[in-house]
């Protein structure tokens, strides 16, 4: 199933890794759904373990490759067939930086309730089940509109001292 | 089972749908702009682009590498400009040009803001912009 390449696609966003094919919009949806559930459970149960479990699912997405995203795997091998092949699709970009965001927070909240620092552990948690859930139900991705956000932080850190910044980013 | 985890479960569940249906009645919509509240002329230059002699509207489109909607935003702004005379569209990315966001108290992507030939800002669209509203309140500053 080829993805439909846009000729008009402008030049924005073409630096990034942009070589993965395009994603099932519904796949996504169906990540988030399932990443919210997994959330819950975290919150209800308090489980450290499970909330590294779901870190890996975020860094296998985020690091490997939305092809090697858990949930995605799963979405292929149960409903996508059923579904047949989707109207669009949607650019891996923007889902795969979601998934780093989401490992980000996932990996505090892990680290929280494992030391014993069991509020960090809620609030990252929490933090990340809004994301997930804003995805799931309004396909709404607050992982991508952190971009802008930060992207502007780092332009206003790096005016202000030039020469840290530039060496600061590994 | 714990109290806590329920609490912050359900807290979180109400919290998020309303910002979720907030966003969403928000989305595309058109606001004016508040006649001086944006410094005047910034508009052409920002996007580095010198008006020519018939065009009267800039579209400013801040993008980001991570947003699927700029995309959409970038090709239904790319047809209303070739069916209207006097229109430009310019898209500017934020992992490239980030003080062009800032300049324009930019957060979201994609964010359209438009100019007049003046460079003076006459309203700004969060998300994809709603096509008919957004043509309704270019009529104006394009006619005149």
Known sequence: ???????????????????????????????????????????LSGSG?????????????????????????????????????????????PVRFSQLVGFVFAAVATVGYLTGLTTLGIVATALALAAA?????????LGCEMYTVIARIRARLR?????????ATA | MNTVGIVVVVGVLVVATVVGLVLRARAGRVRLATPGASPPGSGWALAAHEPGLDDRVLLLQVSSPVCTPCRQTAGLLGELVDSTPGLVHVEVDVAD??????????????TVVAFDRAGTELLRVSGVPRRPEL??????ALAG
Do not use: K
């Not at chain 1, 966003?13 to 459970?41: I, Q």
């Not at chain 1, 859930?133 to 991705?141: I, Q, T």
């Not at chain 1, 005016?159 to 060496?167: F, I, K, M, S």
């Not at chain 2, 043509?135 to 104006?140: G, Q, S």
């Open chain 1, 1 to 43: 199933m080829p993805a439909p390449v846009d000729p008009a696609a402008p030049a924005a966003g073409s630096g990034s890794t942009s070589a993965e094919p395009g994603l099932d919009p519904r796949g996504v949806r169906f990540a988030a759904a399932v990443t919210t559930v997994v959330l819950v459970l975290v919150l």
């Open chain 1, 49 to 93: 373990w499970l909330a590294g479990a779901q870190a890996v699912v975020f860094a296998l997405g985020a690091f490997a490759g939305m092809r090697f995203a858990p949930y995605s795997l799963l979405y292929r091998a149960l409903l996508a067939r059923r579904l047949g092949p989707p109207a669009e699709r949607e650019d891996a970009a």
């Open chain 1, 133 to 141: 859930f804003l995805n799931a139900a309004f396909g709404f991705c």
């Open chain 1, 159 to 167: 005016a202000r001292n030039p020469h840290t910044a530039e060496g």
């Open chain 2, 97 to 110: 040009r980030p003080e062009v966001a800032a300049e324009l108290g930019i957060m979201r992507t994609p």
């Open chain 2, 135 to 140: 043509v309704r309140a270019l009529a104006p």
